[in-house]
C-alpha cells in the first residue's frame, strides 16, 4: 500500500485504504460473478473524477493542470477527450 507523508510528516493513506475498501465491496456485490478487467474499471473510476477535479481546480488550466497530475499536456489532452468528449477540451476552429 502506498502512502503519502505530508509537509508535518502525518502519514496519510485514507485515499488507498478508502480504494481498498471500495474494491473488497464490489468484489462482494459481485460475488464471484465473472469479473473480467478489473483493473480497467477501478482505474477508470478512479481516473475520470481524478482529471475532471483537477482540471477545476486548476480553472481549466492545462498546463498547471497536467503538472499537477504529473503527466504531459497532450496525456491530459487526451484523457480529458475520451472521458468528456469536447467539455474540457474544446477544438480550434
Avoid: W
Wanted: proline residues 1%; glycine residues 6%; positive net charge.
Amino acid at each position: 500500500m502506498t502512502t503519502i507523508e505530508n509537509k508535518a510528516g502525518i502519514i496519510d493513506d485514507s485515499l488507498s485504504k478508502s480504494v481498498e475498501l471500495t474494491v473488497h465491496n464490489h468484489l462482494q456485490v459481485l460475488n464471484n460473478k465473472d469479473i473480467v478487467d478489473l483493473h480497467k474499471l477501478v482505474i477508470e473510476e478512479i481516473e475520470m473524477p481524478l482529471y475532471k477535479a483537477v482540471i477545476e481546480h486548476c480553472r481549466y488550466n492545462q498546463c498547471r493542470a497536467a503538472i499537477l497530475l504529473g503527466v504531459s499536456r497532450g496525456t491530459l489532452r487526451a484523457r480529458l477527450k475520451y472521458y468528456f468528449g469536447d467539455q474540457y477540451v474544446g477544438t480550434r476552429g
